[in-house]
RNA sequence: GGCCGCGUAGCUCAGCUGGUAGAGCAGGUGACUGUUAAUCACCGGGUCACAGGUUCGAGUCCUGUCGCGGUCGCCA
């Protein structure tokens, strides 16, 4: 496999490139420590279904409790000095309920009625034996050295006076006597013993009430709980081996804070996709989408770690702008007596504005794409990273996006352990996500496509079909290089090497969760960058500016975008990006 | 925008070659002192998206409209 090509530089461009770039490379190392072993019980959710599993609202305390960090199983040292969670024995069976497969290979059914389904490959998920997993092997230790280890975590939601105790602080209170607001999650009752699941959060707590020990008034107030009622409670906190979080609250007081309707849509069942969206604002409190929440809360706080720990800058680049940016639809709307304004598609030509001023800065916002996409990878409203550094080539920005993304990863894997497992998702995949990842050119991927029997040919853009069968043969996600030059935006720098290309790179994640990342090198040369955007008919007065920063001091520079909400989808493994942003905008949503 | 599919009870869905509507869950009432989507018994619940057409008869077949989903393209 041919590598990408390498830059043709002027000798004061290799001066600054040894002066500069050689060491930021090595302060690019990922800081984070890698946990080796196998983690707890997982299942994975094929993204290839035809249709989004189906959402189930589980409001039972028996439930993985949500925030607590990884928590519940001792981790263990390895020889080679990395710690992790010790293996699991045997995944439990799926259960049928949950994730079955269809004759049809495909995940929770073809997407057909039952009958419709038996009638086209002879039988219904239902019908067949329930699948069983073996947990899979030990990695292998590479006796690597061992890490610094990170400093150890501090509690989610340490109690303070301006922060009232949540339902994650009690492991560490057993045997005392605690008040707790939050909602009814879940109500049993047996007529003597009556069970409350409140949920505030952080997690949820089973409350027992048992008739004889509490006041009249307690009891009375039971019975007019439904789902949804913000409640507070006070009793003592017991240890509980049958409760996820190993404890329970004995009731002694109970007072109804809100009461909620009957008619509180989300019930403790299987819902469509589109009903949990037109109710999005209570579909959020649901433990599923709690953990996805807090995952995105992980990545997107794991980004600004990356970023300050390597000295980048972050910069915040308008959201109206005038027409500028990619080719793709936009978002107008008024403005004074200028004329239109346009929801910002991209942050980049300011970013490497920005990049001349401070070296090395990232932008993170929101970026609007007003074309009609109707499909799980797509938003109209999405958030999305743009680093730009000054004085990288497009090798050195590769090598910026794998350790960018193996830091994200790994990141989540290590302290969200119970959010993943919440989510049933294979976090053994997740572990093999470390830089490097392999690099195809875009000419020996056409290759290989059409050896697979793509249509292809060399010149056009790879369709997802096509990256696809690329990103097959890997467990890491990988670089697609220099494309031709017509399939690219106006921006990208001539490939010296090949002058039909640019140097730019896809990065596409694996199982099939497609582009997480568009990057390049920038064109730093004045005449050549003007030539493209008249090539593009592209109004040449709007980019003035941008074609300054090539006029005063050009600059031999790289960045890319990450979008944020693919990221998400992929670690989670949720078929839909639109589960990954509490609030989704889509095509044909605009509320909630 | 192209192609494919869906619209039946509050929710999730059955309803086959046309014969006037079904289940589970949710809700109501009752039973039950350890439940984990608790269980059991009984009860209420419908303009089958809308408009035409074919037919003795349409949830079912045909046409159109509306709404939605999947996929492709665009991209992150």
Not at 131 to 137: G, I, L, M, R
Not at 223 to 235: F, Y
Not at 504 to 521: F, V, W
Not at 560 to 580: D, K, N, Y
Request: proline share 7%.
């Amino acid at each position: 496999m041919r590598s990408c090509a390498s830059v043709r530089m002027s000798p004061i461009a290799r001066v600054v490139f040894a002066l500069v770039i050689e060491p930021l490379r090595d302060g690019s190392a990922i800081a984070a420590s890698s946990p080796t072993m196998r983690t707890a019980d997982s299942s994975s959710i094929s993204v290839n279904a035809g249709r989004p599993p189906r959402e189930r609202t589980r409001g039972a305390a028996g439930r993985g409790r949500v925030g607590m960090g990884a928590a519940g199983r001792r981790r263990v040292r390895c020889r080679c000095g990395r710690t992790g969670m010790p293996p699991a024995g045997h995944h439990r069976p799926l259960d049928s309920r949950r994730l079955t497969t269809c004759p049809s290979g495909r995940s929770r059914g073809c997407g057909a009625s039952p009958s419709a389904c038996r009638r086209a490959h002879g039988s219904f998920p239902a019908d067949g034996p329930l699948p069983t997993f073996e947990h899979p092997a030990r990695a292998p230790c590479d006796g690597a050295p061992a890490r610094r280890p990170r400093p150890a975590l501090r509690p989610m939601s340490a109690p303070s006076a301006a922060d009232p105790l949540r339902i994650a602080d009690l492991p560490s209170r057993v045997g005392q006597t605690v008040t707790l607001s939050g909602w009814v999650s879940h109500l049993r009752s047996s007529g003597k013993i009556a069970f409350v699941v409140l949920r505030d959060g952080t997690g949820l707590l089973q409350c027992v009430l048992s008739r004889k020990e509490v006041p009249e008034e307690a009891w009375t107030a039971f019975g007019t709980l439904t789902l949804e009622t913000s409640i507070t409670v006070t009793g003592s906190v017991r240890a509980d081996a049958r409760q996820v979080g190993g404890v329970e609250l004995g009731v002694s007081d109970l007072a109804v804070i809100g009461a909620s309707p009957l008619d509180y849509p989300i019930q403790p069942k299987e819902h469509g996709v589109d009903f949990l969206l037109d109710n999005r604002h209570f579909w959020l409190r649901t433990p599923r989408q709690v953990a996805i929440m807090r995952i995105r809360h992980e990545v997107e706080q794991a980004i600004h770690d990356f970023f300050y720990e390597r000295g980048f800058l972050r910069v915040d680049t308008p959201i109206l702008t005038a027409a500028i940016g990619e080719r793709s639809g936009l978002f107008s709307t008024e403005y004074f007596d200028e004329g239109n304004a346009y929801l910002a598609q991209t942050g980049q030509l300011y970013g490497e504005a920005a990049a001349a001023a401070f070296g090395k800065i990232y932008t993170f916002g929101p970026t609007f794409r007003a074309e009609k996409s109707k499909t799980r990878r797509h938003l109209t409203e999405f958030w999305m990273i743009e680093p730009e550094v000054a004085f990288n080539d497009t090798h050195a920005n590769m090598r910026l996006q794998e350790d960018f993304v193996s830091f994200l990863v790994q990141r989540c894997v290590e302290r969200r352990q119970a959010e993943l497992k919440e989510l049933e998702r294979d976090v053994s995949r997740l572990e093999k996500v470390k830089a490097p990842f392999p690099r195809i050119d875009y000419t020996d991927a056409v290759a290989t496509l059409q050896r697979k029997g793509s249509q292809v040919t060399w010149g056009e853009d790879l369709g997802a079909e096509d990256e696809a069968l690329l990103v097959e043969d890997y467990e890491t996600p990988i670089f697609i290089c220099n494309y031709p030059k017509e399939a690219k935006a106006f921006y990208m720098k001539e490939n010296p090497a090949d002058p039909r290309t640019v140097l730019c790179d896809d990065m596409l994640a694996p199982e099939g969760y497609g582009e997480i990342i568009g990057g390049s090198q920038r064109e730093d040369d004045h005449d050549k960058l003007l030539h493209r955007i008249r090539e593009e008919g592209l109004p040449v007065e709007a980019y003035s500016w941008y074609l300054d920063l090539r006029k005063y001091g050009t600059f031999v520079h790289a960045g890319f975008g990450l979008g944020l909400e693919r990221t998400v989808a992929w670690i989670c493994g949720t078929p839909h990006i639109r589960e990954c942003i509490a609030f989704p905008r889509m095509m044909h949503r605009l509320t909630p």
